[in-house]
């Protein structure tokens, strides 16, 4: 991203400051944050009963007439040149229909990025696909097999031989260094940030700490593969995917093929696990390719080996945090700077620094992080881009100033709370880090922790506590569109290409759909899923649910104009404005005036409609530029190590969120807890193994990349501060990421209580405990 | 030569490569049963095998001849219905993408055969007394297998934990 869009931003920015809060999208608080009637109870997931039997349908189970099963070819080589691709043997293997490679595949353009300002793209490896004979990673697709079934086109595929003329590949982090390029922005922020001086503080400061910190290679691991069922009818494409960007998909698409985008279909309806990785990558592509060229409807469904050469994951981080601070804890200085992979053709950010630049009041601060280039898939979004690693190494380093102080970890972070931005000025939307803090304290029995390391022992296990902040910003995107179609026996149905991998998207909506419409549950239904409803914008950044809440909050007002219109002047509605009325009890009323009442039922009736249908669209979310709008976490844990072993094991872990209003304490609780699983994985198992000789990752398979199973998992306690966010729609913000952040750091904090060792550099296995 | 399958006879395929996951998801439309790595490391593919869990991508097609497989579409006694367990699992919120869950179930359903027959495993403390049914960390260790990366792995344990504590499934 570019000075340009800092310009842009800056300036929006400024002027929002002028703006008074209250002409802005959320000037007055939603009156859903007083009157909740389904919103904030216990709701079991809609599609709970199809799950648990079976019978929700993924992108591999669609069926279709004269299916192909593809299989891929993956090249071993970082970096060169195909000069020899013998297919001979494979195209006549029983059942093969088509072995397709550079030389025969059609002509098809780059993929669009995905980008924050274009919300109809959805490309993360933004490279030519199977276009030429170069070679640009280690696992690029260079032949793609159609056959009969998944074992004749398994065993074709390896009877295809390749070779390469290798050229010189840029595949070690270390050495790439020394070309890093710092960008001018990340995500919608100045990367650079300098305010006062932070190397005056840290040689005037009563006490410091300066470490570097280090996080490797993730996957998301779904234990859905990412798999497509794709089939042309002409020029019309349809691709059955597995997406969290259903729009997005079919926009980029169209653009691969130079078809319009209303002749591509997406659809998908339940996802299998997204967490970032399950956008638009080369198998949808190629699948889509191969299906043209073969005349038939192909399965591409990724093997876990294929799944680590064609979708990239998160990027390895090298961050180094100095905290200067006066004897009294107060941070006079914060420096944060760092590396990570992002090579062009890559459209996602690592932004690991953004944390730094809003949790903590600093005199001075000196945050920027630059970017390597290396010839590898290209990094995307996992689970909290950016704050996931970023939190580790701030929170690590606030554990390790706490220790130096001699001041209990809680009690530094309450003296650097800030009560606005602390570098732009804004204030919070609503905030309350130390709530979350003093509850999620009281609830672990925080007063129980021995502040000195090394000091609780049961046989062989060294027993710690420690403590993280998490922290993810708030998001809304603009576009999100919702149809509300009401019936005539007062039944809603809201319609949008909206997503579901697990967060409870209809279930959640539904509620909010009959709170905001007065309606009972079972008088609404919520389908999402496919590009044929209403504009989506994707599941991601934890802004699906503000965004559709948006939407359906303004397709609301648009019903209720819709509804006096029919309603005419023979009706006890007569002469009032939208402004005057609510939503309550299965129709319309007066503020204030219960007499004055129409059901829905009745106008529709009187207008003799069978139904009406309104669109609403989720305005520009200017809140997000006037107000500093984040979600922020308390994070616990107690574990055990094994002095001699060196085995780390969670024994509790607790969560307190403030996260604005929840919506649906079940459904909430689950993804929470589901972050912080994530979490745990990613401190204590997780790693994608990189060969820096060859650029090949080889943890290729699922057997060895590590996610945490039931007897890594203790229970994890769940609480909430349940503040609204006065500025969102419903009080509510994002929950779907924050529950990773933090939790690494609290891990490691615990571990170095219990034995006294500082470990660094994720993830935190037996090694480093014994050898460190 | 066939393979019962839910109480239902199918004839066995005519490659011997096919697995049992292929079998059911891509020959018989069966695809309540999920293909999640193919090589045995997930369980999303757990089917139930005379009684036994197995896990159906390490299975051929051919080594279930003339022997009965349950998947997730038999275990329910009525087709519309829900098996105890498939309801504790939506009470008490042991899913979400809901991928691993068939698995789960199934995994869990045999599972529970396992401890009640009293065969102890890793984390059992007393091997002679045999495991303690309904410990939280017996179901954990036995439920290993079974991976869930939307991480409901609370609600998974409490919904077995449910079952063990209640009604025989």
């Known amino acids: 991203m570019s000075k340009l869009q800092n310009a842009i931003v800056g300036g929006v920015r400024t002027a929002m400051g002028y703006v008074p809060g209250n002409w802005l999208p959320g000037g007055t608080p939603d009156p859903l944050i007083e009157r909740r009637v389904t919103l904030g109870t216990q709701q079991s997931r809609v599609d709970g009963p199809d799950k648990v039997r079976g019978a929700a349908h993924f992108a591999a189970e669609v069926p279709m007439e004269g299916l192909l099963y593809a299989a891929c070819v993956h090249s071993t080589i970082p970096r060169g040149r195909i000069t020899e691709l013998d297919v001979a043997a494979a195209e006549t293997a029983p059942g093969v229909a088509l072995v397709m490679t550079h030389r025969n595949a059609p002509k098809m353009a780059v993929p669009p990025p995905i980008g924050l300002t274009n919300l109809k793209a959805a490309g993360n490896n933004i490279l030519p696909v199977m276009q030429d004979a170069e070679i640009r990673w280690n696992g690029q697709t260079v032949a793609v097999v159609l056959a009969e079934t998944q074992e004749q086109a398994d065993l074709a595929a390896s009877l295809i031989k390749v070779g390469y003329e290798a050229a010189v590949a840029r595949t070690r982090f270390e050495k790439a260094k020394a070309d890093a390029r710092t960008p001018d922005s990340l995500m919608i922020e100045k990367n650079r940030l300098k305010k006062g001086d932070v190397a005056v503080a840290l040689q005037a400061a009563a006490r410091s700490v300066d470490a570097i910190y280090r996080t490797p290679w993730h996957n998301h691991t779904p234990i859905e593969p990412n798999a497509a069922t794709i089939a042309w009818k002409g020029d019309r494409l349809t691709v059955h995917d597995a997406t969290q960007m259903l729009n997005g998909t079919a926009g980029s698409l169209a653009k691969v093929f130079g078809i319009k985008e209303s002749q591509v279909y997406v659809s998908s309806p339940f996802v299998g696990g997204g967490f970032g990785g399950k956008a638009l990558w080369d198998h949808q592509i190629l699948g889509a390719a191969a299906a043209k060229l073969a005349g038939r409807p192909v399965r591409i469904a990724l093997s876990r080996a294929s799944m680590v050469r064609l979708i990239g994951g998160r990027s390895p981080t090298e961050q180094r945090v100095a905290l200067a601070a006066a004897a009294d804890g107060r941070l006079k200085g914060l420096l944060h700077h760092g590396f990570s992979v992002k090579p062009p053709h890559s459209a996602c950010d690592e932004a690991f620094t953004l944390t730094s630049r809003s949790l903590y009041a600093s005199e001075s601060f000196d945050v920027v992080q630059h970017t390597i280039d290396l010839d590898v898939l290209a990094n995307t979004f996992m689970r909290a881009p950016g704050e996931a690693p970023g939190t580790f190494a701030l929170e690590s380093a606030m554990d390790e100033l706490a220790h130096e102080l001699g001041m209990d970890p809680i009690e530094l972070r309450r003296r650097n709370v800030p009560d606005r931005n602390p570098v732009s000025g804004a204030p919070h939307s609503q905030s309350d880090v130390m709530l979350a803090y003093d509850l999620g304290a009281k609830r672990f029995g925080w007063d129980r922790r021995a502040a000195a390391p090394r000091s609780r022992r049961e046989g062989e296990w060294l027993i710690g506590m420690g403590c993280a902040t998490g922290s993810f910003p708030y998001a809304r995107m603009p576009g999100m569109t919702v149809r509300i179609t009401l019936d005539g026996s007062g039944h809603a149905t809201v319609s949008s290409a909206a997503h579901e991998m697990g967060m409870g998207t209809a279930t959640v909506q539904r509620q909010h759909t009959a709170d905001r419409l007065g309606l009972p549950l079972e008088s609404v239904t919520v389908t999402i899923g496919d590009t044929s409803l209403p504009f989506g914008s994707f599941a991601g950044g934890s802004s699906q649910t503000a965004s559709l809440g948006a939407a359906i909050n303004a397709a609301s007002g648009k019903l209720a104009v819709e509804l006096l219109r029919l309603a005419g002047n023979d009706t006890p509605l007569a002469g009032l404005r939208p402004a005057e009325i609510e939503f309550v009890n299965g129709g319309l009323r007066k503020i204030g005036e219960p007499s004055r009442y129409e059901s829905f039922v009745s106008i529709l009736k009187r207008a003799a409609r069978d139904q009406i249908s309104v669109t609403g669209v989720s305005s520009a979310p200017l809140e997000m530029l006037k107000f500093s709008m984040h979600s922020r976490s308390a994070i616990f844990c107690e574990l055990l190590v094994s002095d001699v072993t060196g085995e780390v094991r969670v024994d509790r872990l607790v969560g307190c969120f403030d996260c604005g209003r929840i919506l649906n304490p079940k459904t909430a609780a689950s993804q929470f807890r589901g972050g912080m699983i994530m979490g745990i994985g990613m401190a204590l198992t997780e790693e994608a193994l990189f060969d820096e000789r060859t650029g090949r990752v080889m943890s290729a398979s699922i057997a060895d990349y590590h996610v945490p199973a039931h007897l890594d998992v203790p229970d994890i306690d769940i609480l909430w501060t349940d503040i609204p966010d006065p500025r969102t729609p419903m009080g509510a913000r994002g929950i779907g990421e924050i529950g990773i952040t933090g939790v690494a750091a609290a891990i490691a904090n615990a571990a170095f209580n219990a034995t006294g060792k500082r470990v660094r550099e994720l993830p935190l296995t037996p090694d480093k405990f014994l050898f460190a | ?169």
């Open chain 2, 1 to 169: 030569m066939a393979i019962v399958i839910n109480g239902t006879n199918y004839p066995l395929p005519d490659d011997p490569r096919v697995s049992l996951l292929d079998f059911l998801r891509e020959r018989l439309g069966l695809t309540g049963t999920k293909l999640g790595c193919n090589q045995g490391g997930c369980g999303a593919c757990t089917v139930i095998l005379d009684g036994t869990r197995v896990l159906s991508c390490l299975t051929l097609a051919v080594q279930a001849d003339g022997r009965d497989v349950l998947t997730i579409e038999g275990l329910a006694s009525d087709q519309s219905g829900l098996h105890p367990l498939q309801q504790a699992f939506i009470d008490h919120d042991g899913l979400q993408c809901g991928y691993c869950t068939p698995g789960q179930i199934c995994s869990a359903v045999a599972m529970i055969g396992e401890l009640r027959r009293g065969d102890p495993s890793y984390v059992t403390a007393d091997l002679v007394e045999g495991p303690k049914g309904g410990l939280r960390q017996e179901i954990r260790e036995r439920m290993s297998g079974n991976l869930c990366r939307c991480g409901a792995h609370n609600g998974i344990v409490a919904a077995i934990e449910q079952m063990l504590n209640g009604e025989a499934p």
